[in-house]
Structure formats: structure tokens, C-alpha cells
């Protein structure tokens, strides 16, 4: 998909981040990794709610950016700051590493912040669904930057209340996303759940589009376009 970029990875902690570029900006990358990983975890070590709360919480007056970004993106999305923590990261990360490679793709666990100048399609990956590794979002590069986040209910590491193979949201801002994946996939518990979990992402200011997958149907809202990847 990326061919033309390089690709490298940053980790630190649980913090591991896949990243293609125009050249490899390691260095600089783990660097602006650990200076935002620092920002949350000294707000965390003020307010330790904000790593285990599943509501929205106030947003204090001085405060780091990143944390403020995943404050304003659960409350906009009725969820825990920590919904938002990866693409936030992803999206922090790739914005310092633009004025070294015009174009970045900044991948977060199934989270994903993308500037790109030519299109690219992202695949779609869904656990056991047959849809898996069938499918993909095509992105053209005047929709970037762009946020595309994931969250599973079957699959990964992510915690979610819901049973969705695959919630993926898109928004201008990935901490958005993020936190708007996690709070459409919390309300699929069956195929039977995917219309409620439509009508509330369109709630949701900001959010550009969305796709359900639960078993074998798949729905879609908003400015998503899907292309057969067999």
C-alpha cells in the first residue's frame, strides 16, 4: 500500500507505533513519543481518574494540549478521556514529524493518522469476519489530514462493551476518532444494534463518517467510500 514510503516502528511501554514516511525519522519520532507520554502521565499523576474513568471529565484551564485534545474528544463522544490516548498519540506524533516528510502515516494499534498526497486505501481488518483483508477505505489526499480509528468488541487489546467486529470512525482529529469508535462499537452488541449505533454517531460533531462490521453485514454512514480489495 505504502511502497513508496519507509517504514519504520517506534515502541515505548504500550506505546507502539507503525509509522511510513519519506524517510526514516526514528529518532525524532521516539523523541516526540516520550514528550507526550510524559504530558499524560503527569496529568494522570494529578487526576488519576483520567486513566480509569469511563465518563467524560472537566477540562482543567492549564493543561497540556494532548491531554485537553483527549478531554474535549471523550466528551464530545460521552467517554473516558483514555478512549481517545492512541490517536492522540499517533495524531501528536505525526503533526511534529510533517515538517520533515510532507507526507506521514502515523498507525496506532487500529488507529491510524494519515497526510498523504496521493490516494491510499486503508485495509480493513475485522477479526473473524470473511470481510477481513477483503475490504478497504479508499482515502484521497485533499481528505487529509484524517484521523481512521478502529475498535473491536471480538479482537486487540482495546476495551470495548460491545460485540462489533469493527467499528472504524473517521474524523479530522484522531483523538475524535478514536474516541468515537470506542463509543459507537460500546452500543453494537448484535446486528440488530448497528441502526442505534448509527443514530448516535450522527450526534456526534465532528465525525466525518463511519463503518460498522458485525458478522457479515456491514453499514456505513457519512463520507466513507469502500473498495473490494480481492
Known sequence: MNSD???????????????????????????????YRADIEGYISKYPEFLVSFQPLPVQEVIPEIVKEMLLAAKEASVGPMAAVAGAIAEYVGKELLPFSSEIIVGNGGDIFIVSKKRRNIKIYAGNSSLTGKIALQIEPEETPLGICTSSGTFGHSFSFGKADAVIAIAKSTSLADASATAIGNLVESAEHIPRAIAFAQGIKGLRGIVIIKDYEIKTWGEVKIISIQ
Open 5 to 35: 514510503l519507509v517504514f519504520f516502528t517506534v515502541q515505548f511501554k504500550e506505546t507502539i507505533l507503525s509509522i511510513n514516511a519519506q524517510k526514516n525519522l526514528k529518532r525524532k519520532a521516539l523523541k516526540t513519543v516520550l514528550k
